[in-house]
């Protein structure tokens, strides 16, 4: 899968802007001319690193594309000197536009622009950012989300988010299994107004980023061993952050046969199946839900269909809850730069948690499956004339 030249996009949009009468730093987020057939993985999990210092504002990982090398390739997640004071990081994301998957770039500007709904996690949640905010010239972290060190940077806060979107870790939006959001008006005025490209120290780090054949969904099979550094480009200091699981892969390079895009080759993720010993709620499989009530009764077969939805509204938001409490567990746990040890028998009473919760649940739909009367039996065929 070849992408679209890079030099046509950028000459495109330089005809936009000189149309509109904009400036390039004004410009709307575009697309930057990449065109992929088939969908970027999943986001893979990790732990973010500690902040270095004041001032730098956390990037989110995300999948970009080489087209070289017919592959997706991991760009860590990083902290990142804010361009100008009052300004924030919009990320970029991909987006499904007709025929394939588009690229858009990330941007600085006093806003935050639309992201594609994606839920990065880190105070990007899919709308706007809740990891910090500026005031006056300091920006000021949340630590709820955020792992910053208080004996260095003092200008932090503490309040905490509800994610109350679904936690999921789909990388796209639209499409087919693509998260299912529309930009804001607030986040369509972000794009409009004044704003900056990534800067430089961002380039280095995805060109560094692309260079890696670790990084390669084909070779790390979602789990990129590079998942976030402390600063762009310090691929080899002692912040490294591996990720912790892997994101779901949808498909191969071209020059890869198969590849990992067969079901059995899938990583775990949010759309592959699960591994039986899930850990966190997030790697669960989907809900088999029955079909719909076939008694015969119409008012009957209503009244029991509520009762299921019922049901798995509300198993919906125990896993919800479930798992945004073991998100802040491991947030915890990174402030507190705890060993090894300790994230194990962390990560043992979370898979302790997650499989009681599973059979709670199981245990609930059998129940109200008992409940349900016997479905009206089939019609007899019709017998035949002789």
Request: charged letters at 20%; aromatic letters at 10%.
């Amino acid at each position: 899968m070849r992408a679209i030249p890079y030099v046509r996009c950028c000459i495109f949009a330089l005809m936009v802007l000189v149309m509109l009468g904009l400036p390039a730093s004004s410009s709307a987020q575009v697309a930057v001319g990449i065109t992929v057939g088939f969908a970027p993985p999943d986001l893979p999990v990790y732990e973010q690193p500690i902040c270095p210092e004041e001032g730098y504002i956390w990037t989110p990982g995300y999948w970009a594309w080489d087209d070289d090398e017919g592959d997706y390739y991991w760009v860590p997640g990083t902290w990142v000197l804010a361009p100008e004071v009052g300004f924030l990081w919009t990320p970029a994301y991909w987006g499904w536009g007709g025929s394939g998957f588009v690229f858009y770039e990330g941007y600085w500007g006093p806003q935050v622009g639309f992201y594609g709904g994606i839920n990065y996690g880190y105070g990007y949640f899919g709308h706007g950012y809740e990891g910090g905010r500026w005031d006056r010239d300091h920006f000021f972290y949340n630590r709820s989300v955020n792992n910053v060190n208080v004996t260095i940077i003092h200008n932090v806060y503490n309040t905490t988010v509800v994610n109350e979107r679904n936690v999921t870790r789909v990388s796209y939006n639209g499409g087919e299994g693509g998260i299912n959001e529309r930009p804001r008006p607030e986040e369509e005025a972000a794009a409009r107004a004044r704003h900056l490209p990534p800067v430089p120290d961002q380039r280095q780090h995805v060109q560094q980023a692309r260079s890696n054949p670790q990084l390669r969904a084909s070779v790390n099979r979602g789990k990129p061993p590079i998942a976030a550094t402390s600063r762009p480009a310090a691929f080899n200091d002692r912040g490294v952050v591996p990720a912790r699981e892997a994101g779901a892969v949808h498909g191969g390079p071209r020059n890869a046969g198969r590849g990992n895009a067969g079901p059995g080759n899938a990583a775990p993720g949010n759309n592959a199946p699960r591994r039986a010993n899930a850990v966190h709620p997030s790697e669960l499989p989907p809900v088999e839900r029955p079909g719909p009530p076939n008694t015969g009764n119409p008012k009957l077969d209503q009244k029991y269909q509520k009762q299921q939805e019922k049901l798995y509204a509300q198993q919906d938001k125990q896993r919800q809850k479930l798992q945004q409490q073991q998100e802040r567990e491991h947030q915890q746990l990174a402030r507190q730069n705890a060993d090894e040890a300790r994230k194990q028998q962390v990560e043992q009473h979370h898979q302790q948690q997650t499989e009681q919760l599973q059979q709670r649940h199981s245990q609930q739909q059998q129940r109200l499956q008992q409940r349900m009367p016997a479905p009206r039996p089939a019609p007899p065929p019709p017998k035949e004339k002789r």
